[in-house]
């Protein structure tokens, strides 16, 4: 079956923008996932979502970053008022997430943000 | 902020030799996961090892466990110029950072053929 698609692939915007960033999971993964990952870093955790309602939302790194999922499927990154500190790959992942149980996350392509 | 660090942050092999990878990291974990990715695009999941387990294979990879020491270790055998990527390990903790995964730095692989 299809993986986690992301859209756009690429995104050049200006300081001081707003920017969406778009995440279809894999059908039927209740879990959904995003990470930022800088250049010459592994991927930090930002968000994750159980179903529509967001789980952790420990990682976001402050008020100008938003995520949706408001029919516990396709997700929407939201940064407004972006800054050229913002410019990373932006990874989703979805998975199963059985209640107790190990769990092996899908990532997506990423979603890479330039921020002039 | 990053789990753990990942030892070496580079290796360059000749294709049919041996990879080791290492990786190290702070808390106490559920599972451990390990990575790949190409080219800094998405990843990919290659092996996911759970903390009641000490070692675990899959194809050519073999991956092994030390919760004491807080470590785990990737080895991929018969290498080939495709297996040249990045390499992560991700662990998975419990509590209020169950489903969330915190990355290493990663190691980049290079296989010449």
């Known amino acids: 079956g299809a993986g986690v698609s992301q859209t756009p692939s690429n995104k050049v915007t200006e300081k001081g923008k707003y920017v969406e960033l778009r995440c279809d999971p894999i059908s039927g993964h209740t879990a959904l996932y995003w990470y930022r990952q800088s250049l010459g870093q592994g991927p930090e955790f930002l968000i994750y979502f159980q179903g529509t309602g967001a789980a952790d939302d420990s990682g976001l790194p402050n008020d100008r970053f938003f995520a949706v999922r408001p029919e516990g499927s396709v997700s929407t990154l939201k940064i407004q008022r972006t800054e050229r500190g913002d410019s990373a790959m932006y990874l989703c992942?979805?998975?199963?997430?059985?209640?107790?149980?190990?769990?092996?996350?899908?990532f997506g392509p990423g979603t890479r943000l330039t921020v002039l | 902020s990053q789990q753990g660090e990942e030892d070496p942050q580079a290796l360059s092999i000749q294709e049919g030799e041996n990879a080791t990878m290492n990786c190290s990291y702070k808390t106490s974990i559920n599972n451990l996961q390990w990575y790949r990715q190409n080219s800094g695009r998405g990843l990919v999941h290659l092996i996911l090892?759970?903390?009641?387990?000490r070692e675990k294979h899959s194809g050519r990879l073999r991956v092994t466990l030390d919760t004491s020491k807080k470590s785990s270790s990737l080895l991929i055998t018969a290498s080939r110029a495709a297996d040249t990527a990045s390499y992560f390990c991700?662990?998975?903790?419990?509590?209020?950072?169950?489903?969330?995964?915190?990355f290493g730095q990663g190691t980049i692989l290079t296989v010449h053929p």
């Open positions: 090892i759970r903390s009641n387990e």
């Open positions: 992942a979805s998975s199963l997430k059985p209640s107790g149980g190990p769990d092996t996350q899908y």
């Open positions: 991700a662990t998975e903790a419990g509590g209020t950072s169950y489903g969330k995964l915190t």
